[in-house]
Antibody, heavy 121, light 109 residues
């Protein structure tokens, strides 16, 4: 059974860079049938798509975050990562990684449990 | 920026039918997806391509589309269906920009 697990610091200082990694287990990140995405959810609020990546490295980002976001993939480690620069308190959220499958028309069908990231000095 | 609008809340008695709408200008051109999220948990996909149900999702969950509005219907609501529900789609500009709806809290009375 495919599982995703987010990891990274739970506390980041304002103006610094948030870095998270999603480890994929129980399957290969290199399958041509999947994209891999990041979604976040501020406390008590709704979901926001951050961006997605293909195993080849092709990426697409939310235009509202594009200038601060970098998503990369490491197929040798079966991981993909998120970097969000110049963070502010507005970036405080639960960050989820998720799989997109062409079988479900690129819907997010498998999600990690999420990791809370707080931006504070 | 593109937005998907949902009612903030829907209340329904057990055994009755809950209908949750999602409105967006690009919905006639883009498929919609629905997710269920219970407190402290990650979202779960319940509907894809407007009306298709992933494996393992109960038949009481169904979806439909009409013009700029898509609807998630939960028939014979059970207490375990109490959750937040989010629609999701893409904008129609061809930039592969995904957006989630504002979310609807379903309360089972």
């Amino acid at each position: 059974q495919l599982q995703l697990q987010e990891s990274g610091p739970g506390l980041v200082k304002p103006s610094e860079t948030l870095s998270l990694t999603c480890t994929v287990s129980g399957g290969s990140i290199s399958s041509s049938s999947y994209y891999w995405g990041w979604i976040r959810q501020p406390p008590g609020k709704g979901l926001e798509w951050i961006g997605s990546i293909y195993y080849s490295g092709s990426t697409y980002y939310n235009p509202s975050l594009k200038s601060r976001v970098t998503i990369s993939v490491d197929t040798s480690k079966n991981q993909f990562s998120l970097k969000l620069s110049s963070v502010t308190a507005a970036d405080t959220a639960v960050y989820y990684c998720a799989r997109q499958t062409e079988y479900y028309d690129n819907a997010f069908d498998i999600w990690g449990q999420g990791t809370m990231v707080t931006v504070s000095s | 920026s593109y937005e998907l609008t949902q009612p903030p809340s829907v209340s329904v008695s057990p055994g009755q039918t809950a209908r949750i709408t999602c409105s967006g200008d690009a919905l006639p051109k883009q498929y919609a997806y629905w997710y269920q999220q219970k407190p402290g948990q990650a979202p779960v996909l319940v509907i894809y391509k407007d009306s298709e149900r992933p494996s393992g999702i109960p038949e009481r969950f169904s979806g439909s589309s009409s013009g700029t509005t898509v609807t998630l219907t939960i028939s014979g609501v059970q207490a375990e269906d109490e959750a937040d529900y989010y629609c999701q789609s893409a904008d129609s500009s061809g930039t592969s920009f995904y957006v989630f709806g504002t979310g609807t809290k379903v309360t089972v009375l």
